[in-house]
């Protein structure tokens, strides 16, 4: 079996579609954080947690200056926003890159806070948002790694809707 190293070195950003190639200086995407439940009773030895729904999650772009056109898209906190962010994944082997694949991660939210921007005498001023985030989905090489839609209670892996008994256990 080859050992395959994934590595991912650049991305382009796009908010409501509008490009900010060169813009964007790092992105997060969102920690996907599973809440647990303890779970104790009579007749059982010890104590075990067992997942009980997902946390918030939450997405932070940095820009590399101020951006009007970015401002004007963050500044309004009722406005669901689309962020994209599309890389390419180079896959090495024991003789260097073996093939080149797209991943592409789609973040649906609301920006909860941003700000203006530091500047320094003799350095770039930076800015930083973060997006209180309600939709989050991954592929790579056009694979769903993972779905998440937390206003329709949607969660997939692979493909497969987690919850598809749950939902139709409490009614759709």
Known sequence: MAIEINKVFNARVYIDGQDFI?????????????????????????????PSGLDKMEARIKFNSIYPDFVSLAANPFKMRSVVVRASMLV?????????VPVKAEIRGFFREWDSGNV???EGAEAEAT??????????????????????????????????????????
Request: aromatic share 10%; charged share 35%; proline share 1%.
């Open 22 to 50: 060169a813009k964007a200086e790092e992105v997060d995407l969102p920690k996907v954080k599973f809440k647990f439940a303890d779970t104790k009773a009579l007749g059982l030895y010890g104590e075990a947690e067992l």
């Open 120 to 122: 320094k005498k003799g």
């Open 92 to 100: 090495w082997d024991q003789n260097g890159v073996n093939r080149e």
């Open 131 to 172: 997006l209180s985030v309600i939709y989050y989905k991954l592929e790579v090489d056009g694979n769903e790694v993972v779905e998440v839609d937390v206003l329709n209670n949607i969660y997939k892996v692979e493909g497969e809707d987690i919850l598809q008994e749950y939902k139709q256990n409490i009614g759709g």
